[in-house]
Nanobody, 125 residues
Framework: QVQLLESGGGLVQAGGSLRLSCAPS????????MGWFRQAPGKEREFVAA????????YYADSVKGRFTISRDNAKDTVYLQMNALKPEDTAVYYC??????????????????WGQGTQVTVSS
C-alpha cells in the first residue's frame, strides 16, 4: 500500500467549482488506476470517478457525469478531480484511491488497495 495525499477541498456555493488533487506521499509507485470516492455522513462510500493510469480511460458515476472530470499528470504523478456545477448533495469527504491490480472499471472500493485520508467538500445552497 502507498500513502496518498489529497488537497483542494473546501466550502463552495451551489453552482461553483473546486479541483481536488492527489499524489503519493514520498516515492512514486506503479499503479493500474486511480480514482475518487466520496462518503457523506451516514452513507456508504461511493464511487465518483476513476482513470487508468497508462491509457487515460475514464469512468464516472452517473451522478457526476457531465459535471466532474478526472485527469492525471504523469510527470507530476498526480490525479485531479475537477468538479463543476456543484450541488449540495455533492457534500462529502472525498477520498483518493489507487490500485496496483488490473482495473476494468469496477465501482467497488474493494477494487482499490491504497487510500488517502480524505478531504472535505461542502456545497452550500
Amino acid at each position: 500500500q502507498v500513502q496518498l495525499l489529497e488537497s483542494g477541498g473546501g466550502l463552495v456555493q451551489a453552482g461553483g467549482s473546486l479541483r481536488l488533487s492527489c499524489a503519493p506521499s514520498g516515492r512514486t509507485f506503479s499503479r493500474y488506476a486511480m480514482g475518487w470516492f466520496r462518503q457523506a455522513p451516514g452513507k456508504e462510500r461511493e464511487f465518483v470517478a476513476a482513470i487508468r493510469w497508462i491509457s487515460g480511460t475514464t469512468y464516472y458515476a452517473d451522478s457526476v457525469k457531465g459535471r466532474f472530470t478526472i485527469s492525471r499528470d504523469n510527470a507530476k504523478d498526480t490525479v485531479y478531480l475537477q468538479m463543476n456545477a456543484l450541488k449540495p448533495e455533492d457534500t462529502a469527504v472525498y477520498y483518493c484511491a489507487a490500485t496496483t491490480k488490473y482495473y476494468g472499471g469496477s465501482m467497488s472500493p474493494s477494487a482499490f488497495n491504497s487510500w488517502g485520508q480524505g478531504t472535505q467538500v461542502t456545497v452550500s445552497s
